[in-house]
């Protein structure tokens, strides 16, 4: 079929769904900016349409007018896409507003949650706990939609103990290029089963997840230490602190996968480690705290406190509350970020010195922008993230040792943000780095793309399902499976 132009595209694309009766904006209703406006407003594009399904049936429908008009498809869960592709990643696309799929139902007898698409972190762990007292790994922003989040990792400081959100996805309910609804996991169609927890972005419309949810602990304890500059003073310092909580993470007879941290670069001024214990605040201070603290500069803050489930949740958002309106959420950044990933098992099982010499002195020259990196431990001993490989999901980052997100404000901060990655990578040229989807970067090729989330094996075998499942490349964006 001939590309139609813009125009006929979208007057006969509308004809289609005013036809099958599927909610549907255009960028004459009064609704529309607020409905197309991105997470990241340094990155806006214009859909052709935004579609609001309330039902399987508006999705499936929408896709086939899609498909029949050449509109490129992708579906947006909670919008906030660093690279704003749940908004289709160029202007002219069909983007899905999952946003009214709203279902959270809890069966406390298997501890299975069937979610909607359209559900966001903060009101799934509350719906969660209201119904069973149970909870989920995720992330702690609560805004964030659940669709890119579970399927592309989702980390969060329960993560050691329970695995990614990815990790929890037992089945899901989808709406592939044909317009067909299919229930995949690992019994049923388990070949796309294995292909969305991933890479869903780029072979169909995740309707309903169902997540197998755990018992959420009576308490957890918080810990912060604080060490404000004290470790910027110099390199040999700042070196030298990392090394050994890179030593102590892997230190089996301290660290097992009840604890989860990360630490956190907030320019030049802060350096704070903090994460989440499984255990009482008395075993933390005894057995845990010293080690973090041995042979390292005293933090002038340290923080260690006993939460609810919720209370804990609640401190992780920065809010007062971790439920978030159904509708009309209008939270926003302008801002550019990158992701590394650090492999554990190699013969470095780590950030070298060298490595993070470089990295120290890339960050003390700075940006006149405002900057954070967020060092995350993902492996370790015990670690429920690497129990996991390629042939349990299509996602290679299971054997991470560390997961770096590099996130600086404004277009301003983009050659330091990009300057991290390089001096990094350039640093320790022996160790095969690779970047985390969830912080996706739109400054990557998709060649480049494919290479460093998912490796070159585990893309080969994503390639020919996306042949099958969307042969006319039905979902798109610029870095999806099969784009060159």
Not at 74 to 80: D, L
Not at 104 to 123: E, F, Q
């Amino acid at each position: 079929m001939p590309q139609a132009d813009g125009d006929t595209a979208g007057t006969s694309l509308s004809k289609c769904l005013s036809e099958k009766k599927v909610p549907a904006k255009y960028s004459t209703d009064p609704q529309y900016a607020d409905l197309a406006e991105p997470f990241n407003l340094r990155l806006p594009y214009k859909p052709v349409t935004i579609v609001l399904p309330t039902k399987n049936q508006h999705v499936k429908d929408a896709v086939l007018c899609a498909g029949k008009f050449q509109v490129k498809v992708q579906a947006r869960s909670g919008g906030h896409s660093y690279a704003s592709f749940s908004s289709g990643g160029k202007d002219g696309s069909m983007v899905i507003n999952l946003e009214p799929l709203q279902t959270i139902k809890l069966d406390n007898r298997t501890g299975i949650a069937t979610v909607g698409g359209g559900v966001r972190l903060g009101n799934l762990a509350q719906g969660i706990w209201d119904q069973g007292k149970r909870g989920l790994s995720h992330g702690t922003c609560t805004g964030v939609g659940i669709g890119g989040h579970f399927t592309h990792g989702g980390y969060g400081h329960t993560s050691r103990n329970w695995g990614l959100a990815l990790d929890h996805i037992v089945a899901v309910d989808v709406v592939l290029a044909d317009g067909s609804l299919k229930h995949a996991s690992q019994t049923e169609n388990s070949e796309l089963y294995w292909a969305l927890r991933g890479a869903a972005d780029s072979f169909g419309i995740i309707t309903t997840f169902y997540l197998q949810t755990n018992p959420a602990p009576a308490s957890v304890t918080y810990f912060s230490l604080q060490w404000a500059d004290t470790l910027y003073k110099t390199k040999d310092t700042f070196v030298n602190t990392f090394l050994h909580i890179q030593e102590f993470a892997k230190n089996a007879s301290v660290v097992d996968n009840r604890i989860s941290f990360g630490i956190n670069l907030n320019g030049v001024d802060s350096y704070n480690l903090g994460g989440t214990f499984f255990g009482s605040v008395d075993e933390f201070n005894a057995k845990i705290k010293p080690e973090i603290l041995r042979s390292v500069p005293q933090p002038p803050k340290i923080v260690t406190t006993s939460y609810d489930w919720i209370g804990y949740l609640t401190l992780m958002s920065d809010h007062d509350t971790i439920k978030v309106p159904l509708t009309g959420y209008d939270e926003h950044d302008n801002f550019f970020a990158k992701s590394l990933t650090v492999p554990e098992h190699t013969p470095e099982a780590g950030l070298t010195s060298n490595a993070l010499g470089a990295f120290y002195d890339h960050i003390k020259v700075g940006t006149s922008a405002s900057w954070f990196v967020i060092i995350n431990l993902y492996g370790g001993p015990g670690s429920a993230i690497n129990t996991k490989d390629t042939s349990f999901a299509a996602y290679n980052r299971h054997d991470s040792l560390w997961v770096l997100q590099n996130y600086g404000v404004t277009a301003a901060s983009i050659p330091f943000i990009n300057g991290i990655n390089d001096v990094i990578t350039k640093a320790q040229p022996q160790t095969e780095f690779g970047a985390y989807l969830n912080y996706v970067d739109p400054s990557y090729d998709a060649t480049t793309a494919h290479k460093l989330y998912y490796g070159e094996a585990l893309y080969a075998q994503l390639e020919p399902l996306k042949k099958k499942y969307d042969p006319n490349t039905v979902f798109w964006n610029p870095q999806a499976i099969g784009t060159n």
